[in-house]
Every structure is written in C-alpha cells, then in structure tokens.
C-alpha cells in the first residue's frame, strides 16, 4: 500500500505589523538545536524586501549572532535551477500566427487578443487546470455556464479558445510553466528544512512546492490570517470588512447590516481604535492632492519618521506628489518605475519609426533631431546650427513631409550645410530598414543598424531607460530569432509599442526613506506611515482579469479565479497596510471634470461605519494649493482658484532692452498687452514659424493678398476692360497660387472656392472706385519713418502697405485687405483713438493721404470702411508711440492687463498666468 505523503505544516499567524518577527520566532524554536548555524534551512519569502527585517527578527529570536538561513523566492529558486521555457514573447509571435492564418479577427484587433489568451491561458497554467480535450465537451460546458443553447458567437469562442489552448499546449512550456517544473525538481531534491511565508490563502504553485518537498523534508507554511487578529485596530477593521464574506454575503439576511455592526464596533471599543491611525481626505484637484500627499511627507519627515511608503494607485497624482517634493530637495526610491514606453528612450523610437513611415513628416522629423540621443558624434555647435536651418527651412519653404524635398528645398537656399547633413544621415539611417517584410529579429536588428546610423546608440546605452530599451531590443532579438511570421513594417511597429509598454524601467540611484510603491507590494512590510494617492474607485479597484471569460459562471466551472477573490485580496491589502503603518492617509480626487469621483467602496464602506459607531467618518480637510515662489518676473499661479486668492499680475521693466526700430505690428502689441509686447519683442521670445499642414483663416488672407497684388501688377487699370476678362484673368491667377497647396490636400478647394465667388464681386467694386477718381499705385509696399523722441534719440517706425491709390489731386488712400465680414471689421473701427494699424501706415505714408481703409472681402460685395480724421488720428497714434517708447527708456513697468480678446490668442499667456491673478476667475 502507498505511504502517505507526510502533511505539510500550515500556521496560521494573525495578519499584524509584527507577523515577520513572529514567523521568525517560531523558525528559531523550531531550530534550536541547530544553533547558530541556519544556513541549511531554506526560506522562501514572497518579497525579496522582507528580508532585512526577518534577518533582524531572526538574530532577535535567537538572543545572539547566528549563521543566518538560505533566503529566497520561489522565482529565484526557479531560475537559479534553469528555468527555460518558452518566452511570452514567442508564445504571442506564435499566437499572432496562428490567428492571421486562420483569419478570425481584423488586423487591428489580432495583437490585442493575443495578450487577452496569454492571460486566459496563465490562468489556467497557475490554478493548474486545463481546458477539456474535446471541443465539444468543452462548448457544451460554456452553454451549460452561459445557459445559452444553440450560440453561433458561443460556438465560435469556444473554437477559438479550445484550438489555439491545444496549440499552445502542443509546444514548448511557458515559462510559468517551466517554472513549476524547475520548483518540483529542485522540491524532489530536499536537503533541509524548509519554511515558506505566503501573503495570502497559498497559490497553487506554493502549494504544489511545498508539498513536493514535504516527501523529503519538514514543510511549515505561514499563512496570515485577518481573523486571528486581536489587536484592536484590525478588530475595527474587521467589522467593517468581515474576514471571508464576499460583497454579495454582506446583503445576506443572515449577515448583521451595517448598523448593527456599527453598534457592536462601538460596544467592543468605547474609543476608535483607528482615530489618529487613518485619515481619509478628498481634494478638489489633482494638484490639491498632490499638495496634500506632499505635506503629509513632510509633516512625517519632520516627525522622524524613517520609513514612509507612496502607495500609488493614481500613477498621475504620485507622480506630480514626486514632483512637488523632489522640488523642496526630497527625492523617493521608486519600486513602481516607468512603463518604457513613457521615456526618452522610448520617444526617440517612436519618433524614428514615425520618419521611416511617412517619408519624414517634418513634426517627427524635428522630435527625432531634438532627441538628446541622436547624432552624439557631431559637434554640439554644429548639430544646433542644423537644427535651426532645418526648423527654418521647413518652415520658410513651408514643407509638411518628402526628404528629397527637404534636401532640394534646403540645398537651393544655401547656407544650410549642417542641415543637409543631419538629412543625409537620416536618409542613410532609413536605407537600412527593410522593405516590405521580414522576421522580428531582422527588424530589431535593421533597428539597432539605424540607430547607430543616427549616432544615437552611445547616448541611450548613457541613459538608464535608454540602457533598459537596448537590452530588451537585444534580449528580443535572440529570443526571437529566425521564427516566424514575417511581419509588415505597421505590424512590427504595433508589436515593438507593445513591448515597451508592458516593459518598466526602474531608477536604482535612489536611496531614500521615502518609497514609492505599489499597494500589492506593501504586503507583510512594515511601514512608519503611508500615503495612499488615488484611493478613489476608478484607481484603486480589485485588479480582476477576465477579459476572455468574463461570466463568473463559467469561470468558476473552468476553476478560475473570481471577481470576489481579487475584492477579498484588495481588503485584506487595505487592512494589512492600515495595520502595520503607525499612520496612513488616503487621498482622492472629488471631482474628474465635472464628474463626482467617489471614494473606493471599501474605504466608503469603513467610512460610513466609522460614522455611525464614533461619529466621524475619518475624513479631514486637503492641504490649500498654493503656488511657488515666483522666478524672475514670472509667477506660478495656484491651479484651484476657489482656493487661492491669486497671484500679482507680473509689471517686468526692462529700460536696457526697448527696441528703437518697430514695426506697425510690434507696435500694436504694446498698446494691446505690455507684456506681450515684453514677452515677444524684448525678450524676443516670438513663437517660432511652423509648417502649415492645413489651411487656416491667416493663411487665407495671406493668399488674398498675393493675387490681388499680383493682378493689379497685370492690370493698374480696369476702367477700359471687360468684366468678363478681367474676371477670367484673376481666376486663372487664383488657380495658379492655390494649384500647389492642392496637390497637397485636396480639401483646399474650398478655399480657393470661397475666393472664385469673391472675384466678380471685386472687379465690379474696383471699376466703381476707378470711376470715383482712385487708381492704383502699388501694393507690398514697405515704408519706414523716423520719430523724434522727448528728451533726445528717435526711434523707427516701419510696415508694409497693402495697397496704395492715388487720385489726380495728389491725394493718397491707403488700403488693407481683411478676409473677413463687413460686421466685424466695422466693429474693429469702433474707437477709431484705439485703431492702431490704419493709423499708422497713413502716419509711414505722410500728409497726403486723406483715406485709410479696411476692405472687407468676405462676401459677394467687397466693402471700404474708412478711418475717420485720418491725419489727426495718425498724428495721435504717433506722438503716443514717442510717449510709450520714452517712458519705457524710463523703466516703466509692462503690465499684463490684455482684453479677453487679445488674450485669447496670445502665446504669452502661460507665462504672465492671466487666469490665476488676483480678482480674475478664468
């Protein structure tokens, strides 16, 4: 008869702060006889980050120094045995196979479901259960789940799920898989005592370890337990979330309501027992909670608290918490890290990748040239000078995308020699990639050639995220050597941004008390005090993956984990964090947009107890947001108004750097927004020209204006012409400038539209302005005049006119073209004192001219609207801009007082923070 194999010893010790020292105890006593010398007790521990402390608690246990046991986990057992297995790497290459050539699903969607199984079928491998042999065992086990009969989409799941689980089955073991066989053959090979520390009820793989071992050697599993707690905090805790009832037992008429659980809470504990321990705290942005989170750190920092955890739920909020601390000088370890799809590293790829796909779209184009990594091995001098020509060139010549037309375009200009070498390394960079397409290891390795192609390879392997993304291009690479499928260029772009975003990268330079973590890590560790950011529902949820078999029903007949496991796991973390911190503070936002954002369940759940059984609800009021310090001139405002009483409007003075050679439209700044006019003219802080991709109202006009300027060249006079000519003659100009524009975006036509039906309209209105005695004298035409300024010196003013008539009394008009309707310019002239640009080309123009004039040409019927008592008014504006110059010589302050109307468009606005001054509501 088969001998028994000999039970493993489960202790069930209560879930407290001092759980490991108790684990460390009982190790001690069981092994005292062999003291000091543990080192042939194995321990396998759930976190690598328990063992300091166990160390510690051991030699506490034993009252003296002791050759300390073998510490690890279950995985390092497993890979220091040699794990192999197949890569999930592979395992998705070789589902996405299979799918493409079965052609179940679109394209789009095939990358997606691939991850979706992988996580069935890990599932399935670490509850170790399987899938039934046959497929139609298996469909009548889901209809029987479903209770649906008959399914056609049923049917189809079960097909797709069976077929590809028996493909998979049918190769080389994952690596979660060969991890249980490397953990069963070392188990068969017990040598020594082992002790294992479980987080929770012990996973399969825990199980089946420990019981394998147990055939050689003494087996004892600690397992915490919430209900074995006496102390008073988790008791409190525990009537909140009673230990092993799911959500829907709470309702059960057999379970005691809230109330009367409230009521016993309160008999058990005069006082709360978590009163001072948690504090619940909803803010009303995101940068109030992330002042809030900062100033509980730093009111434990002050305290003397040497270990705090930030238990990120809300990765946003933790990050800018970081950011507001690592401001005042207070850095945090972080064990979370970054997805690397969210760093340099990553974006220079990206960005790379982009310009290989669109023939060098100019935005990527100008990401790739600003990534700090590329093109290491040129002078810095000259890589910015190239960057410029190139941003410039782009711009000037107004090119969206084509290398050879960036090198034509930039090579006529002249000038422009270390751009075109920056293009020539790019095209160099691009030969390299392959065409059409090819397996995954010819393309990471094609992208590690063009990397180095870029100059770029010695600046990531510099960086840590940069040194972490070539190491999983190379790790990549060998794993997937020579298999197929061969991918198309977009396939392996969508599978390569899959890698980087399942991929982390964590910052080890950091030492520090203060720890960012994750909620699931803080098991069994012991915290001083920790700050929970994000503990809204939304953030901070029970993690559940059922994204292929989401019905609970066939879930629980396939013996997969439930949604009630995962609620109960995120209970037990929330009390063993409460438990084992001297304090903890959750935080939330109360608003995401105009939306309520409510507190997690499980915390409402406690708050709303607490209440009825001491009348508070552990909640406290959110740190006010205030803003920094003001750099320079420049004020950083507060982002909650409600809660700020806002900032000074910046008044900068510069006397040092006022211009003595404006133009008309510098001019107009200053009258419209001292600032703005400090910002963009003193400062010189302009915004660049960009490319224009699509036609915008601005570059309407701009049209406009070429091809009357053109036409009148052709035809000074219209008076002895046929309309029908003429009209013909200006739509074939029209035609010719908007030809190229285009050819590059169809949709274009519509503007060029909307001009055709302006153009007899305009030639009926110019012979009508002929008969009035006007005609034409010029267009473009650039004027400058020079101003005498009070005290001494003098400074320019310049422009260009639009247009200029003349008349045979020697009287002059000066004309400007608005795209725009009747309506609005007349209301621009409504305070003539304020019309700045009228006034001052009749004041670059001289005394004889007696009309200034907007033409409005949007409509069938252009319209002139005069400026009233042009010459007084140009003499105003001018001996205003002598005033404003000399008083600025004078130190006077810019203000930042712009009208909404300005504002609304103006790039300055970020930096004087208009909407956050004092008395202003955004």
């Given at each position: 008869?088969?001998?028994?194999?000999?039970?493993?010893?489960?202790?069930?010790?209560?879930?407290?702060?001092?759980?490991?020292?108790?684990?460390?105890?009982?190790?001690?006593?069981?092994?005292?006889?062999?003291?000091p010398?543990?080192?042939?007790?194995?321990?396998?521990?759930?976190?690598?980050?328990?063992?300091?402390?166990?160390?510690?608690?051991?030699?506490?246990?034993?009252?003296?120094?002791?050759?300390?046991?073998?510490l690890?986990?279950?995985?390092?057992?497993?890979?220091?045995?040699?794990?192999?297995?197949?890569?999930?790497?592979?395992?998705?290459?070789?589902?996405?196979?299979?799918?493409?050539?079965?052609?179940?699903?679109?394209?789009?969607?095939?990358?997606?479901?691939?991850?979706?199984?992988?996580?069935?079928?890990?599932?399935?491998?670490?509850?170790?259960?399987?899938?039934?042999?046959?497929?139609a065992?298996?469909?009548?086990?889901?209809e029987?789940?479903?209770?649906?009969?008959g399914?056609?989409?049923?049917?189809?799941?079960?097909?797709?799920?069976?077929?590809?689980?028996?493909?998979?089955a049918?190769?080389?073991?994952?690596?979660?898989?060969?991890?249980?066989?490397?953990?069963?053959?070392?188990?068969?090979?017990?040598?020594a005592?082992?002790?294992?520390l479980?987080?929770?009820?012990?996973?399969?793989?825990?199980?089946?370890?420990?019981?394998?071992?147990?055939?050689?050697?003494?087996?004892?599993?600690?397992?915490?337990?919430?209900?074995?707690?006496?102390?008073?905090?988790?008791?409190?805790?525990?009537?909140?979330?009673?230990?092993?009832?799911?959500?829907?037992?709470?309702?059960?008429?057999?379970?005691?309501?809230?109330?009367?659980?409230?009521?016993?809470?309160?008999?058990?504990?005069?006082?709360?027992?978590?009163?001072?321990?948690?504090?619940?705290?909803?803010?009303?942005?995101?940068?109030?909670?992330?002042?809030?989170?900062?100033?509980?750190?730093?009111?434990?920092?002050?305290?003397?608290?040497?270990a705090?955890?930030?238990?990120?739920?809300?990765?946003?909020?933790?990050?800018?918490?970081?950011?507001?601390?690592?401001?005042?000088?207070?850095?945090?370890?972080d064990?979370?890290?970054?997805?690397l799809s969210?760093?340099?590293?990553?974006?220079?790829?990206?960005?790379?990748?982009?310009?290989?796909?669109?023939?060098?779209?100019?935005?990527?184009?100008?990401?790739?040239?600003?990534?700090?990594?590329?093109?290491?091995?040129?002078?810095?001098?000259?890589?910015?000078?190239?960057?410029?020509?190139?941003?410039?060139?782009?711009?000037?010549?107004?090119?969206?995308?084509?290398?050879?037309?960036?090198?034509?375009?930039?090579?006529r200009?002249?000038?422009?020699?270390?751009?075109?070498?920056?293009?020539?390394?790019?095209?160099?960079?691009?030969?390299?990639?392959?065409?059409?397409?090819?397996?995954?290891?010819?393309?990471?390795?094609?992208?590690t050639?063009?990397?180095?192609?870029?100059?770029?390879?010695?600046?990531?392997?510099?960086?840590?995220?940069?040194?972490?993304?070539?190491e999983?291009?190379?790790?990549?690479?060998?794993?997937l050597?020579?298999?197929?499928?061969?991918?198309?260029?977009?396939?392996?772009?969508?599978?390569?941004?899959?890698?980087?975003?399942?991929?982390?990268?964590?910052?080890?330079?950091?030492?520090?008390?203060?720890?960012?973590?994750?909620?699931?890590?803080?098991?069994?560790r012991?915290?001083?005090?920790?700050?929970?950011?994000?503990?809204?529902?939304?953030?901070?949820?029970?993690?559940?993956?059922?994204?292929?078999?989401?019905?609970?029903?066939?879930?629980?007949?396939?013996?997969?984990?439930?949604?009630?496991?995962?609620?109960?796991?995120?209970?037990?973390?929330?009390?063993?964090?409460?438990?084992?911190?001297?304090?903890?503070?959750?935080?939330?936002?109360?608003?995401?947009?105009d939306?309520?954002?409510?507190?997690?369940?499980?915390?409402?759940?406690?708050?709303?107890?607490?209440?009825?059984?001491?009348?508070?609800?552990?909640?406290?009021?959110?740190?006010?947001?205030?803003?920094?310090?003001?750099?320079?001139?420049?004020?950083?405002?507060?982002?909650n108004?409600?809660?700020?009483?806002?900032?000074?409007?910046?008044r900068?003075?510069?006397?040092?750097?006022?211009?003595?050679?404006?133009?008309?439209?510098?001019?107009?700044?200053?009258?419209?927004?001292?600032?703005?006019?400090?910002?963009?003219?003193?400062?010189?802080?302009?915004?660049?020209?960009?490319?224009?991709?699509?036609?915008?109202?601005?570059?309407?006009?701009?049209?406009?204006?070429?091809?009357?300027?053109?036409?009148?060249a052709?035809?000074?006079?219209?008076?002895?012409?046929?309309?029908?000519?003429?009209?013909?003659?200006?739509?074939?100009?029209?035609?010719?400038?908007?030809?190229?524009?285009?050819?590059?975006?169809?949709?274009?036509?519509?503007?060029?539209?909307?001009?055709?039906?302006?153009?007899?309209?305009?030639?009926?209105?110019?012979?009508?302005?002929?008969?009035?005695?006007?005609?034409?004298?010029?267009?473009?035409?650039?004027?400058?005049?020079?101003?005498?300024?009070?005290?001494?010196?003098?400074?320019?003013?310049?422009?260009?006119?639009?247009?200029?008539?003349?008349?045979?009394?020697?009287a002059?008009?000066?004309?400007?073209?608005?795209?725009?309707?009747?309506?609005?310019?007349?209301?621009?002239?409504?305070?003539?004192?304020?019309?700045?640009?009228?006034?001052?080309?009749?004041?670059?123009?001289?005394?004889?001219?007696?009309?200034?004039?907007?033409?409005?040409?949007?409509?069938?019927?252009?319209?002139?609207?005069?400026?009233?008592?042009?010459?007084?008014?140009?003499?105003?504006?001018?001996?205003?801009?002598?005033?404003?110059?000399?008083?600025?010589?004078?130190?006077?302050?810019?203000?930042?007082?712009?009208?909404?109307?300005?504002?609304?468009?103006?790039?300055?606005?970020?930096?004087?923070?208009?909407?956050?001054?004092?008395?202003?509501?955004?």
């Amino acid at each position: 008869m088969r001998e028994a194999a000999p039970p493993v010893l489960t202790l069930s010790l209560p879930l407290s702060a001092d759980f490991v020292e108790r684990c460390a105890e009982r190790i001690v006593e069981d092994c005292r006889a062999r003291l000091p010398d543990l080192s042939s007790i194995q321990v396998v521990l759930p976190n690598l980050a328990l063992a300091p402390r166990l160390c510690r608690a051991l030699a506490a246990a034993a009252g003296s120094g002791l050759l300390l046991p073998r510490l690890s986990t279950l995985p390092r057992l497993a890979a220091a045995a040699g794990i192999g297995g197949q890569p999930d790497s592979l395992r998705r290459i070789t589902l996405y196979r299979l799918l493409r050539e079965r052609n179940w699903f679109p394209d789009n969607a095939v990358w997606e479901i691939c991850a979706e199984l992988i996580a069935l079928f890990d599932e399935l491998n670490a509850r170790a259960v399987g899938l039934p042999q046959d497929e139609a065992e298996f469909l009548a086990r889901l209809e029987r789940a479903y209770a649906a009969r008959g399914s056609q989409p049923l049917r189809f799941e079960a097909e797709v799920v069976h077929r590809l689980w028996l493909a998979e089955a049918a190769g080389p073991p994952s690596r979660q898989v060969a991890e249980s066989m490397a953990l069963a053959a070392l188990a068969g090979k017990a040598a020594a005592p082992l002790y294992l520390l479980c987080e929770h009820d012990p996973r399969p793989v825990e199980a089946d370890f420990c019981r394998v071992w147990a055939l050689r050697q003494p087996v004892t599993l600690f397992q915490p337990r919430r209900d074995a707690v006496q102390e008073a905090p988790m008791r409190a805790l525990n009537f909140a979330w009673p230990p092993g009832v799911h959500d829907d037992e709470l309702s059960s008429p057999l379970m005691p309501s809230l109330i009367a659980r409230a009521e016993a809470a309160r008999a058990a504990f005069p006082l709360s027992p978590l009163a001072g321990r948690l504090r619940l705290i909803g803010a009303a942005s995101l940068e109030a909670e992330a002042a809030t989170a900062a100033a509980e750190v730093k009111r434990w920092l002050a305290a003397g608290h040497s270990a705090i955890a930030l238990v990120a739920a809300d990765r946003v909020a933790a990050r800018r918490t970081r950011a507001l601390l690592e401001r005042d000088g207070i850095l945090a370890r972080d064990e979370t890290g970054w997805k690397l799809s969210t760093t340099r590293a990553a974006a220079l790829i990206d960005a790379w990748l982009e310009v290989a796909a669109t023939d060098a779209y100019h935005r990527a184009l100008l990401d790739l040239v600003k990534s700090p990594f590329v093109f290491g091995d040129l002078p810095e001098a000259a890589l910015q000078a190239g960057l410029l020509q190139l941003e410039s060139g782009l711009a000037r010549y107004n090119l969206a995308s084509g290398l050879s037309r960036y090198e034509t375009a930039l090579a006529r200009q002249g000038d422009c020699a270390e751009a075109l070498e920056l293009l020539r390394r790019v095209a160099a960079a691009r030969r390299v990639l392959p065409r059409g397409g090819a397996f995954v290891a010819d393309w990471l390795a094609a992208l590690t050639q063009s990397l180095a192609a870029l100059g770029a390879l010695d600046g990531l392997a510099r960086d840590g995220a940069g040194a972490t993304l070539l190491e999983l291009l190379r790790a990549r690479q060998e794993e997937l050597a020579a298999v197929p499928p061969r991918l198309t260029f977009n396939e392996w772009r969508e599978w390569l941004d899959r890698e980087f975003e399942n991929a982390a990268f964590v910052d080890q330079g950091i030492d520090s008390p203060l720890v960012m973590t994750h909620l699931a890590a803080t098991r069994l560790r012991r915290f001083d005090a920790a700050i929970l950011i994000g503990a809204d529902r939304g953030n901070l949820a029970s993690v559940f993956s059922g994204a292929v078999f989401g019905n609970q029903a066939v879930r629980a007949d396939l013996g997969l984990p439930l949604p009630a496991e995962a609620a109960a796991r995120l209970r037990d973390d929330l009390a063993g964090l409460i438990v084992s911190c001297g304090e903890v503070t959750a935080t939330w936002q109360i608003l995401r947009g105009d939306e309520a954002n409510l507190l997690c369940p499980e915390l409402d759940l406690l708050s709303v107890l607490h209440a009825h059984a001491w009348g508070d609800g552990l909640t406290a009021a959110a740190v006010m947001a205030v803003a920094a310090p003001p750099p320079v001139s420049v004020v950083n405002s507060a982002v909650n108004i409600a809660a700020n009483p806002g900032t000074a409007m910046p008044r900068p003075a510069a006397p040092q750097r006022t211009p003595l050679r404006l133009s008309t439209s510098a001019y107009a700044s200053l009258v419209a927004c001292p600032y703005q006019f400090f910002v963009r003219r003193m400062l010189g802080l302009a915004e660049a020209d960009e490319v224009s991709e699509a036609f915008e109202k601005r570059d309407y006009g701009e049209f406009v204006h070429r091809i009357l300027t053109r036409f009148h060249a052709a035809h000074p006079r219209l008076a002895d012409l046929p309309e029908a000519a003429l009209a013909a003659d200006l739509e074939a100009i029209s035609r010719a400038l908007f030809a190229p524009r285009i050819a590059e975006n169809f949709l274009e036509h519509a503007w060029l539209a909307r001009w055709l039906d302006c153009v007899p309209g305009y030639i009926a209105w110019q012979k009508a302005r002929e008969a009035a005695g006007w005609r034409y004298a010029g267009g473009e035409l650039a004027r400058e005049r020079i101003l005498p300024l009070p005290g001494g010196g003098e400074v320019t003013l310049h422009g260009r006119l639009d247009r200029l008539d003349v008349r045979d009394d020697a009287a002059e008009a000066v004309l400007d073209y608005k795209t725009q309707n009747t309506q609005n310019v007349r209301r621009r002239l409504a305070d003539a004192a304020e019309e700045v640009q009228l006034a001052c080309y009749a004041l670059l123009q001289g005394g004889q001219v007696t009309e200034a004039a907007y033409v409005a040409l949007d409509g069938e019927t252009p319209a002139a609207l005069p400026l009233p008592e042009v010459q007084a008014v140009a003499r105003a504006q001018g001996a205003r801009l002598t005033a404003a110059v000399a008083a600025l010589r004078a130190g006077a302050a810019l203000p930042a007082h712009g009208a909404e109307t300005v504002c609304a468009w103006c790039e300055a606005r970020g930096l004087c923070r208009r909407d956050y001054h004092a008395g202003i509501q955004p």
